[in-house]
């Protein structure tokens, strides 16, 4: 269920009594959940067929309290797991068939201002997950145009794979540089960051190299749980690193 509607009394009688809603009456109910939530990312997911208000005849779009709720399921699947859009349609499919819908534990848990918990960046890397996403959906997730992705990726910020998808994590990456530009942290500023990263990555990478090319399946499966285990202590020691040298302490 939604929160409670943030929009004043009008908007929570109106879905209350089945009254149908204009597009700003539904922002202001979702925005207490998802604050970030805009007009362009509700209209966005109707032309992905998300949703599908009704229209007057003059044009204008009415939304019914259905309609909210499907939102609200499509936005928590989002936020919460990275799902695809076509993934969350056939799992809005599967809710409307009365059928029971488990979903993949994709996304990191947020604490009330819809950033990560430290602890949870700090905790072990979970499984890696075979989902994709694609750049429309890329887009709409982390609230940014083309133009800006084509500048992340030309810094190496963010990367499509040979298909020209991008995996689960580039919507991490995205929305972490978004939320960063937000408070004046310009892409380029990032490469130092990004180069930090590559060389992590190449000292792990080093390490488990010899486990990874051996012919023993178990001596293979071995060295990935032992990347993922030194993955995890190389995010927790630049995480410790920073800290140290702002002189902070995050909760």
């Given at each position: 269920?939604?929160?409670?509607?943030?929009?004043?009394?009008?908007s929570g009688t109106?879905?209350?009594?089945?009254?149908?809603?204009?597009?700003?009456?539904?922002?202001?109910?979702?925005?207490?959940?998802?604050?970030?939530?805009?007009?362009?990312?509700?209209?966005?997911?109707?032309?992905?067929?998300?949703?599908?208000?009704?229209?007057?005849?003059?044009?204008?779009?009415?939304?019914?309290?259905?309609?909210?709720?499907?939102?609200?399921?499509?936005?928590?699947?989002?936020?919460?797991?990275?799902?695809?859009?076509?993934?969350?349609?056939?799992?809005?499919?599967?809710?409307?068939?009365?059928?029971?819908?488990?979903?993949?534990?994709?996304?990191?848990?947020?604490?009330?201002?819809?950033?990560?918990?430290?602890?949870?960046?700090?905790?072990?890397?979970?499984?890696?997950?075979?989902?994709?996403?694609?750049?429309?959906?890329?887009?709409?997730?982390?609230?940014?145009?083309?133009?800006?992705?084509?500048?992340?990726?030309?810094?190496?910020?963010?990367?499509?794979?040979?298909?020209?998808?991008?995996?689960?994590?580039?919507?991490t990456v995205a929305?972490?540089?978004?939320?960063?530009?937000?408070?004046?942290?310009?892409?380029?500023?990032?490469?130092?960051?990004?180069?930090?990263?590559?060389?992590?990555?190449?000292?792990?990478?080093?390490?488990?190299?010899?486990?990874?090319?051996?012919?023993?399946?178990?001596?293979?499966?071995?060295?990935?749980?032992?990347?993922?285990?030194?993955?995890?202590?190389?995010?927790?020691?630049?995480?410790?690193?920073?800290?140290?040298?702002?002189?902070?302490?995050?909760?």
């Amino acid at each position: 269920m939604l929160h409670t509607p943030s929009g004043g009394a009008d908007s929570g009688t109106a879905a209350a009594d089945g009254r149908l809603m204009s597009i700003g009456t539904v922002l202001n109910m979702l925005r207490d959940e998802f604050p970030e939530v805009t007009i362009s990312k509700i209209r966005f997911l109707e032309s992905e067929g998300l949703i599908e208000p009704q229209r007057t005849p003059s044009g204008y779009r009415k939304f019914s309290a259905r309609d909210v709720e499907r939102l609200g399921h499509v936005l928590r699947m989002q936020r919460d797991h990275y799902l695809p859009l076509k993934v969350i349609r056939e799992h809005l499919d599967a809710l409307e068939r009365g059928e029971e819908v488990r979903l993949p534990p994709l996304g990191r848990p947020r604490d009330a201002r819809g950033g990560e918990l430290l602890g949870d960046l700090l905790s072990e890397p979970e499984a890696p997950t075979a989902a994709r996403i694609g750049r429309a959906e890329l887009l709409a997730a982390a609230e940014i145009g083309a133009e800006q992705l084509k500048e992340w990726e030309s810094y190496g910020l963010v990367a499509p794979l040979a298909d020209g998808t991008y995996d689960a994590e580039a919507v991490t990456v995205a929305t972490l540089v978004a939320e960063l530009g937000r408070h004046g942290i310009e892409p380029r500023h990032l490469r130092v960051m990004k180069a930090a990263a590559d060389r992590e990555a190449g000292l792990v990478d080093q390490v488990v190299a010899p486990l990874r090319r051996h012919r023993n399946p178990q001596t293979r499966a071995h060295a990935e749980a032992r990347m993922k285990e030194l993955a995890g202590l190389a995010v927790k020691l630049h995480a410790a690193l920073v800290q140290s040298a702002l002189g902070v302490r995050l909760p």
